[in-house]
T-cell receptor, first 114, second 112 residues
Framework: ETGVTQSPTHLIKTRGQQVTLRCSSQSGHNTVSWYQQALGQGPQFIFQ???????GRGNFPPRFSGLQFPNYSSELNVNALELDDSALYLC?????????????FGSGTRLTVV | DAKTTQPPSMDCAEGRAANLPCNHSTISGNEYVYWYRQIHSQGPQYIIHGLKNNETNEMASLIITEDRKSSTLILPHATLRDTAVYYCIVRVDYTGGFKTIFGAGTRLFVKA
C-alpha cells in the first residue's frame, strides 16, 4: 500500500508566476485535501475534493484552484504568486467524506516565492 | 477560526506518560476529535480519533470528557522520538462539505 506522494518536493518561483503542485492519493482513497503551512504555524485548510468535485473550501482567494482526476490524484494551482504564498503545501487523502475517516498526509512541497 | 485550544508547549521526561490537553467547548454532536503530530515540518501523522468513547491504539490513548468539551491525548511511555508538535482537530461538517481546522498545536519536548 503506497502512501500519499507529492511532487515536486521543493520549488522556487518568482512573484507573479503560476505554479502547479501534484499529489497522488493513497491507494483506495477517493478524497483529497490541500493545506498551506507557513513557517511556525499550523496547516491552513485550502480546499477538499471528493470524486472530482470541490466539497469544502477555506479562506483562500480564487487564485488558489484545484483539480481531482478520475484516478483521484489531484493538482493545486496558484496563479499570480505573492511572496506570502511561500509555504509548505500539504496534500492529504482519505476514504470518503464522513467525519469518521482520518487523513493520510504527504511530506509536502516547499514553495519559495522570490 | 479553530475550534480547539491547546497549550503552546509542554515538557515530559523520557519514559513517563505525556498528557496533552485540548479544549473544544463548541464541538457539535457529530464532530469527531482527531489528533495528529508533526515532526520537523514533515507531513502530519495521524495518531488517533474519537467521538464519545475513550479510544486506545498502539500509539496512544484518547480520553474524551463526558460533555465532550475537552479531551486528553496520552502517550503512555514517551520517548525522545515523540518530540513533535501535536495538533488536536475537530472535523467540522457543514452543508455541502466540511472543513478541517488546525490550531497552533502543542510543542511537546521529551527530555532524557
Amino acid at each position: 500500500e503506497t502512501g500519499v506522494t507529492q511532487s515536486p518536493t521543493h520549488l522556487i518561483k518568482t512573484r507573479g508566476q503560476q505554479v502547479t503542485l501534484r499529489c497522488s492519493s493513497q491507494s483506495g482513497h477517493n478524497t483529497v485535501s490541500w493545506y498551506q503551512q507557513a513557517l511556525g504555524q499550523g496547516p491552513q485548510f485550502i480546499f477538499q475534493y471528493y470524486r472530482e468535485e470541490e466539497n469544502g473550501r477555506g479562506n483562500f482567494p480564487p487564485r488558489f484552484s484545484g483539480l481531482q482526476f478520475p484516478n483521484y490524484s489531484s493538482e493545486l494551482n496558484v496563479n499570480a504568486l505573492e511572496l506570502d504564498d511561500s509555504a509548505l503545501y500539504l496534500c492529504a487523502s482519505s476514504f470518503g467524506t464522513q467525519a469518521n475517516y482520518g487523513y493520510t498526509f504527504g511530506s509536502g512541497t516547499r514553495l519559495t516565492v522570490v | 477560526d479553530a475550534k480547539t485550544t491547546q497549550p503552546p508547549s509542554m515538557d515530559c521526561a523520557e519514559g513517563r506518560a505525556a498528557n496533552l490537553p485540548c479544549n473544544h467547548s463548541t464541538i457539535s454532536g457529530n464532530e469527531y476529535v482527531y489528533w495528529y503530530r508533526q515532526i520537523h515540518s514533515q507531513g502530519p501523522q495521524y495518531i488517533i480519533h474519537g467521538l464519545k468513547n475513550n479510544e486506545t491504539n498502539e500509539m496512544a490513548s484518547l480520553i474524551i470528557t463526558e460533555d465532550r468539551k475537552s479531551s486528553t491525548l496520552i502517550l503512555p511511555h514517551a520517548t525522545l522520538r515523540d518530540t513533535a508538535v501535536y495538533y488536536c482537530i475537530v472535523r467540522v461538517d457543514y452543508t455541502g462539505g466540511f472543513k478541517t481546522i488546525f490550531g497552533a498545536g502543542t510543542r511537546l519536548f521529551v527530555k532524557a
